[in-house]
């Protein structure tokens, strides 16, 4: 009895520890996160030309010019198309390359895992040259096409470690008992793994729509026409040589983000529960 009692008191002493020592962390840090979306936000909303530190009276012209003269809504549109289709081909084929490397075994198996690995140290721009002259020869430049390859195949690899290790969680004995209630494998997949795995699921595709919607050099080196541009090329397009529309550039980033801001506001449940919370859903 004696032997458990400091430690019932230290965690009573845990447990009523005063709120500022947690509250105050927590509040410098979201100070040091919010002030500079508060500033994107001042400068888009306030007028060209003052000061304020207050964005008021708040004025959308910075959002109106960017929107029809600076072409970003055909900017929006097509990094809308590049990231959805992003999104779709790394879930699919990362969920069928995950499912070979979770529950099949062939040959130089561990050799693909690390050959999977070691492509994640390798930056995009090594892989700017040998994909250009491949598009090329494809006559696939100036084309949304190229650009949505190209992120598929940049997200693959860690697409498919991540979804397999997934799989590998979901009790074999599942689908074992799907084939004896007359299941085939690919039924199995589908009516028992398949749900299980939405968590993973959520992860793999949003990451690869952020990813696809920020990224910088495929779009700008494989997109020459303006009319296929996309948002990152269009804020840069924003900065000139002599001087910066600060206003308009602020606009752009605004637009630019509301996308991302929703989707992870609408998929942080998944994001934040575990695989077995999941699974219980399921």
């Not at 690995?117 to 995009?124: A, E, M």
Request: hydrophobic share 55%.
């Amino acid at each position: 009895m004696s032997t458990t009692q400091p430690i019932v008191k230290r965690r009573r002493a845990w447990d009523q520890a005063p709120r500022w020592q947690t509250h105050l962390p927590l509040a410098l840090y979201l100070l040091f996160t919010l002030v500079p979306f508060y500033w994107i936000l001042l400068f888009a909303l306030r007028p060209a030309g003052s000061t304020s530190l207050v964005p008021w009276p708040i004025t959308f012209e910075h959002f109106a010019k960017v929107w029809t003269e600076r072409s970003f809504a055909t900017y929006f549109q097509n990094s809308v198309l590049i990231a959805v289709a992003t999104l779709v081909l790394t879930t699919v084929v990362a969920l069928a390359g995950g499912y070979a490397l979770a529950r099949f075994d062939f040959r130089a198996k561990k050799g693909f895992m690390l050959g999977l690995l070691c492509s994640q140290f390798v930056p995009g721009a090594l892989l700017l040259v040998p994909l250009f002259q491949i598009f090329a020869q494809l006559q696939m430049i100036n084309s949304l096409g190229s650009v949505i390859i190209a992120e598929t195949v940049f997200q693959l690899p860690l697409s498919m470690i991540l979804i397999s290790g997934f799989i590998r969680n979901v009790p074999y004995s599942l689908e074992e008992a799907a084939w004896v209630d007359g299941c085939d494998r690919f039924r199995a997949f589908r009516t028992v793994v398949l749900p299980l795995l939405r968590p993973g699921l959520v992860a793999v595709g949003s990451f690869a729509f952020v990813h696809a919607w920020n990224h910088f050099l495929f779009a700008l080196m494989f997109l020459s026409n303006q009319e296929k541009q996309t948002i990152p090329v269009g804020l840069n397009t924003l900065m000139g040589a002599d001087s910066v529309d600060l206003g308009a550039l602020a606009a752009g980033g605004v637009i630019a983000a509301v996308p991302v801001v929703i989707v992870f506001a609408y998929i942080q449940k998944w994001l934040i529960t575990g695989f077995s919370a999941g699974a219980v859903k399921g």
